[in-house]
Every structure is written in C-alpha cells, then in structure tokens.
C-alpha cells in the first residue's frame, strides 16, 4: 500500500487505511504528532508499504512506522507551560497502536 495524502491530522493509504492521532487534554495542552514532518521525505508517496505496518516509539520525541528497512520518523509534540501531561495515541485503521510521551514545548 502507498500513501496518498499526508495532512496534519492523519495518513492516508491508497487501500483506505488511516493513520492519525489523538489526545485528552487535561486543560491547556496542544499534544500531537506532527504527520506534516514527512511530506517531504524522500519516496514517501512511491514505498510500497506491507499491508501490517511496524510501529516502534521513539522515547519523549515520536515514533516511527514503516515496513522492512524503510522506517519513518514522525515527530510528536506537547505545547503547554509544563504542567500538563504530554502523552498521544496512534492509531491505525480505527485502532490504537502505540501510546507514548511527546518532546515537550514550553510556551
């Protein structure tokens, strides 16, 4: 499967398979994953990705997906003064993958 649009908020497949994320704000906190970091790494829209993608996460700054020995970084970020929690949930066609802390952004 190839990936057919990449926004903000998710990952599209060319098979209808949706990558995004999701949050629970406690109060202030914008966390997210920054799915727009990869829109121009190189053969991002020409891989051929396995139909069961590999999710590994990558401690307090993102995660990564991919098939074989392409792996993508996908960076995850929390926009807080400090006080708030910091964690995201992937997830992958409706279903939770990985639940991990984001690289925190002190405003």
Not at 77 to 104: A, K, T
Request: with cysteine; charged share 25%; proline share 5%.
């Amino acid at each position: 499967m190839r990936i057919r649009e990449i926004t903000n908020e998710y990952i599209t497949f060319d098979d209808g398979s949706i990558m995004t994320y999701d949050h629970v704000p406690d109060c202030c906190e914008c966390n997210y994953a920054d799915f727009s970091y990869i829109r121009e790494e190189p053969g991002i829209y020409t891989f051929d990705f396995d139909k069961d993608l590999t999710f590994e996460p990558v401690d307090g700054s993102g995660f990564r997906f991919g098939s074989g020995n392409f792996m993508v970084f996908v960076p995850c970020y929390s926009d807080q003064n400090g006080y708030y929690s910091s964690d995201v949930d992937i997830y992958f066609r409706g279903e939770p993958v990985l639940m991990l802390d984001c690289e925190m952004i002190i405003s």
